[in-house]
């Protein structure tokens, strides 16, 4: 498979913006679509503050994005515009959740790990078929937050945005 990650990731950089710290978000602090646990955990500094991450770079942005995201999701071993269904949600919900929710929709062991199972039945999948099971299962887990009342809009329109963009990686392939 071909390297998709610097498209996907431009897509997803367009979406997460700069600092963001709103009361309802579980997440916390945020910038650039890093929180700071994960901001802190990559710098292995557990007292890093939240005016550091706002300082975070692009650059630095996109190498936690590789290591934390795309390749613990074997985005590479994924079919062309699944990857980036699955890193932006990813990116949005944990990897962890991400991979749960493709693995729902493909039938196989559901443990939020892809591993060769996942990577088999997604490689034997209609992957126009594919990306769009995933936007209806990731909308139907976004419904099903607490907090949709209060990002639900956001979320969907992201979804929507994610979809399209997966089917354009499919077409461009």
């Known amino acids: 498979m071909a390297d998709n990650f610097p498209r996907a990731v431009d897509h997803t950089l367009r979406h997460e913006g700069g600092y963001v710290d709103h009361p309802a978000d579980p997440?916390?602090?945020?910038?650039r679509g890093i929180?700071?646990?994960?901001?802190?955990?990559?710098?292995?500094?557990?007292n890093a503050t939240k005016e550091e991450l706002r300082g975070i770079s692009?650059?630095?942005?996109?190498?936690?994005?590789?290591?934390?995201?795309?390749?613990?999701?074997?985005?590479?071993?994924?079919?062309?515009?699944?990857?980036?269904?699955?890193?932006?949600?990813?990116?949005?919900?944990?990897?962890f959740r991400s991979a749960q929710l493709l693995q729902e929709v493909l039938g196989v062991l559901v443990d939020g790990r892809i591993g060769p199972q996942t990577l088999a039945a997604a490689a034997q999948a209609d992957p126009r078929q594919l990306i769009d099971d995933l936007r209806a299962r990731h909308e139907r887990y976004y419904r099903g937050l607490a907090t949709f009342a209060t990002f639900g809009r956001g979320w969907l329109a992201r979804l929507d945005s994610r979809h399209k963009e997966a089917l354009a990686i499919l077409l461009d392939a």
């Open 35 to 46: 929180t700071l646990a994960t901001y802190r955990a990559w710098t292995k500094r557990p």
């Open 27 to 31: 997440g916390g602090a945020t910038n």
């Open 58 to 95: 692009e650059q630095t942005a996109r190498e936690i994005y590789r290591e934390n995201y795309w390749h613990p999701i074997s985005a590479d071993k994924l079919p062309h515009g699944v990857d980036h269904m699955v890193f932006d949600m990813g990116v949005n919900a944990g990897t």
